[in-house]
């Protein structure tokens, strides 16, 4: 077995993207991309079989997750309490749940006088599902089961720099803001705003189709218009009014942050996912949040296989979060 080839899996709503990742020194390269959609569970099996028909074998996999039934939580506690009862005593209480019927993990860490953890609650009856069809796939060595949101931050702090980072995700079915320093989490919002409803808005609002807005969000987008051009004020104030739904949230988490919990002050604004298609959107944010901000694209910070048409990036659900699972490490 080969422990610098890895697949990363992302299973969403409707659909499953995969990467093959190979690990070269202090490098990587992505040797392979797959992307498929499902109606329902039915359907899995067949997706997983023909999965394997295109990938090495005895390669090592690592699984993310999104799913309704998850619970994902952040709780602060006094440095000086005893967390992990804490923990179990808080989840049972906030979502009214039995803790036998879940796999629960966490991971905690301290930042100044709190210690913060992030707390994940898997159905077992999910984790039995896809581990038996999965474990079905002899080519697949299964290391480790997680979420998208874990995912991402792995994939972000891996090859951007800074502290106190803020990662605004939208896919095209949901969204996740997401603080952290030093690849530590700090809060954690999942939305049901997507990339989809974006795109309805605009399509609504200027009785336009899919196809249109999808062409104005890439060639118009937030670039700021001229003055009197009423056309390119009217497409800017569309997308932006479209836009602001997720900006709320940001001032939120930022709030949250600073002035709530006051375990730091936010220094960098990451975008990520479908989101980076908007022209001029970093310079957008900038202006709102007076914070520097960078758009996460690995398809620019990391090598691809030459035969990998570029194309299928764009057709990526959930590049960025298969890229976070693939780089996870064997322990």
């Known amino acids: 077995m080969d422990l610098n080839l890895r697949c990363g899996i992302a299973i969403g709503k409707n659909r499953i993207d995969a990467c093959i990742l190979k690990k070269k020194g202090r490098d990587y390269s992505i040797e392979s991309l797959f992307f498929y959609d499902f109606a329902n569970e039915g359907e899995l099996e067949d997706i997983f079989n023909?999965?394997?028909?295109?990938?090495?074998?005895?390669?090592?996999?690592?699984?993310?997750?999104?799913?309704?039934?998850?619970?994902?939580?952040?709780?602060?506690?006094?440095?000086?309490?005893e967390s992990k009862s804490n923990i179990y005593k808080d989840l049972k209480r906030d979502y009214e749940i039995e803790l036998k019927d879940y796999?629960?993990?966490?991971?905690?860490?301290?930042?100044?006088?709190?210690?913060?953890?992030?707390?994940?609650?898997?159905?077992?009856?999910?984790?039995?599902?896809?581990?038996?069809?999965?474990?079905?796939?002899?080519?697949?060595?299964?290391?480790?089961?997680?979420?998208?949101?874990?995912?991402?931050?792995?994939?972000?702090?891996?090859f951007l720099e800074g502290?106190?980072?803020?990662?605004?995700?939208?896919?095209?079915?949901?969204?996740?803001?997401?603080?952290?320093?030093?690849?530590?989490?700090?809060a954690l919002r999942n939305l049901r705003y997507s990339w989809s409803e974006?795109?309805?808005?605009?399509?609504?609002?200027?009785?336009?189709?899919?196809?249109e807005a999808e062409r104005l969000i890439r060639e118009k987008g937030l670039e700021e218009p001229d003055d009197g051009n009423e056309e390119e004020e009217a497409?800017?104030?569309?997308?932006?009014?479209?836009?602001?739904?997720?900006?709320?949230?940001?001032?939120?988490?930022?709030?949250?942050?600073?002035?709530?919990?006051?375990?730091?002050?936010?220094?960098?604004?990451?975008?990520?996912?479908?989101?980076?298609?908007?022209?001029?959107?970093?310079?957008?944010?900038?202006r709102l949040f007076s914070l520097e901000t960078t758009r996460f694209q690995p398809q620019k910070l990391i090598e691809f296989?030459?035969?990998?048409?570029?194309?299928?990036?764009?057709?990526?659900?959930?590049l960025e979060v298969c890229i976070g699972a693939a780089l996870r490490e064997v322990k």
């Open 103 to 158: 796999i629960i993990d966490y991971e905690e860490h301290q930042i100044k006088d709190k210690t913060v953890a992030y707390v994940v609650a898997l159905p077992k009856s999910l984790f039995n599902f896809y581990y038996g069809m999965l474990e079905k796939q002899k080519k697949l060595k299964l290391y480790s089961f997680e979420t998208h949101s874990v995912s991402i931050r792995r994939a972000a702090n891996e």
């Open 163 to 186: 502290d106190y980072l803020l990662g605004c995700a939208i896919f095209k079915d949901y969204s996740v803001i997401s603080a952290c320093s030093q690849g530590k989490v700090l």
């Open 50 to 81: 023909a999965l394997s028909d295109y990938i090495p074998k005895e390669i090592l996999a690592n699984v993310s997750f999104k799913h309704q039934s998850i619970i994902e939580h952040i709780y602060f506690y006094n440095n000086n309490t």
């Open 305 to 318: 296989n030459e035969e990998i048409d570029f194309s299928a990036i764009d057709k990526m659900n959930y």
């Open 198 to 211: 974006l795109i309805n808005s605009l399509c609504n609002a200027g009785g336009i189709t899919q196809e």
């Open 235 to 286: 497409v800017y104030r569309s997308i932006s009014e479209a836009f602001d739904q997720f900006t709320i949230e940001i001032q939120r988490t930022i709030d949250y942050i600073t002035t709530v919990q006051k375990i730091g002050d936010i220094q960098k604004i990451i975008t990520i996912g479908e989101v980076n298609k908007i022209k001029k959107l970093e310079n957008y944010i900038s």
